[in-house]
């Protein structure tokens, strides 16, 4: 995967957009992270969660150059507001890893929210099911449905 080339965008009617890409094969860090964000990516000491951070970096970029026209990724900014939600100058933003996937939502408007996530379907315990589901929540007989 080159600077530039996106698994998957999306962009809505409208302006909202929405990026996945593959965690695990991007190009190298410095082709689009600024200075800053390289010191910390850096500091990051699990590799999972380094490549994840990566991952959503990537994403979020690649989709606010495919809005905005913009070709050089490593001054888009993306910062964060009060709460540690990702922002970006007149964009809200959302990002999300998992299984070595990486999404990024992105919607015109400071002011605006938005959220997205992804999960791995995979089996879990009963036990997760009850604690994250009301028993009407759950479609089937079984959990894993």
Do not use: Q
């Amino acid at each position: 995967m080159r600077a530039g080339e996106n698994l998957m965008v999306k962009i809505l009617e409208n302006g909202a957009g929405i990026n996945i890409v593959k965690s695990g094969a991007l190009p190298e860090p410095g082709t689009f992270l600024a200075p800053v964000e390289i010191n910390k990516c850096n500091s990051f000491k699990v590799p999972k969660r380094k490549t994840d951070w990566l991952g959503g970096r990537y994403a979020a970029k690649t989709l606010l150059a495919s809005i905005t026209g913009r070709k050089d990724l490593e001054n888009i900014e993306i910062s964060y507001d009060d709460y540690g939600r990702p922002r970006a100058t007149g964009m809200t933003i959302s990002i999300s890893h998992s299984g070595g996937w990486a999404l990024a939502a992105v919607k015109p408007g400071s002011g605006d929210f938005i959220g997205a996530d992804m999960e791995l379907i995979e089996n879990r315990a009963a036990a997760w099911y009850a604690d994250y589901f009301a028993p009407g929540e759950l479609s089937g007989n079984e959990p894993s449905e």
